[in-house]
């Protein structure tokens, strides 16, 4: 079973650029979180859906910070202008039935310069 | 406030026992889980506690007293592979919300 795929797996720009990632959950998974880690904040959940329709945004950080989930199996957060302190490791996770036991994805991890 | 605290390091030696402890705010708590991350990947799932006691998984056990607030992960027979963080993320009734606290990195020397 594939477990939860995120491309890219690194990702590297310049400030100002836009930047996409990638979800594709676990195939009859009804949840989907996306997260940030840094060494300084540690593990933030940033947006998470349910059934498709976003249920809690609060922990994007501004408005540069967007993300879709157009159908089951696929779903996209996207930075747009890109800043240096957008450089983390973003992860994707999905659960079924609620947001308890989460499987995680290889995450991305992105630099902006 | 929602805070979740836990140490940041702990050092332990192969074969010995270690506890992570881990506190976090009672109001609206619906669960708790930990958390393993290895240094470069995801975190995988350990545990998961929802009532008062002990839940033992083979070396892992993890503890929750849910009116004190309190949980602890116990690693016995440390193995150099456990050298990880461990991740203790509570869910909140009120939304449905699992929040990670900052982890905690445990070192196991030979």
């Known amino acids: 079973d594939a477990g939860v795929i995120q491309s890219p797996r690194h990702e590297v720009t310049e400030m100002g650029q836009e930047v996409t990632l990638r979800c594709k959950p676990i195939s009859g998974h009804d949840y989907l979180f996306w997260y940030r880690q840094t060494m300084m904040r540690g593990l933030e959940l940033l947006i998470y859906?349910?059934?498709?329709?976003?249920?809690?945004d609060s922990g994007m950080p501004e408005d540069r910070f967007s993300a879709k989930m157009p159908n089951a199996s696929f779903s996209t957060l996207k930075i747009q202008p890109s800043e240096p302190r957008d450089s983390a490791v973003y992860f994707c996770a999905s659960s079924f039935g609620g947001a308890g036991t989460q499987y995680f994805g290889p995450g991305t991890r992105l630099l902006v310069l | 406030g929602q805070n979740i605290d836990q140490p940041t390091e702990m050092t332990a030696t192969e074969g010995a026992i270690v506890q992570i402890n881990c506190t976090y705010q009672t109001s609206g708590f619906n669960g708790l889980f930990w958390y393993q991350q290895h240094a470069g990947e995801a975190p995988t799932f350990l545990s998961y506690?929802?009532?008062?006691g002990l839940e033992e998984k083979g070396r892992f056990s993890s503890f929750l007293s849910r009116s004190k607030g309190y949980s602890y992960l116990l690693l016995k027979e440390l193995q150099m592979k456990d050298s990880a963080s461990y991740l203790c993320a509570v869910i909140w009734a009120r939304d449905d919300k699992i929040i990670f606290g900052k982890g905690t990195r445990l070192h196991i020397l030979p």
């Open positions: 859906f349910n059934n498709n329709v976003p249920i809690d």
């Open positions: 506690n929802v009532l008062d």
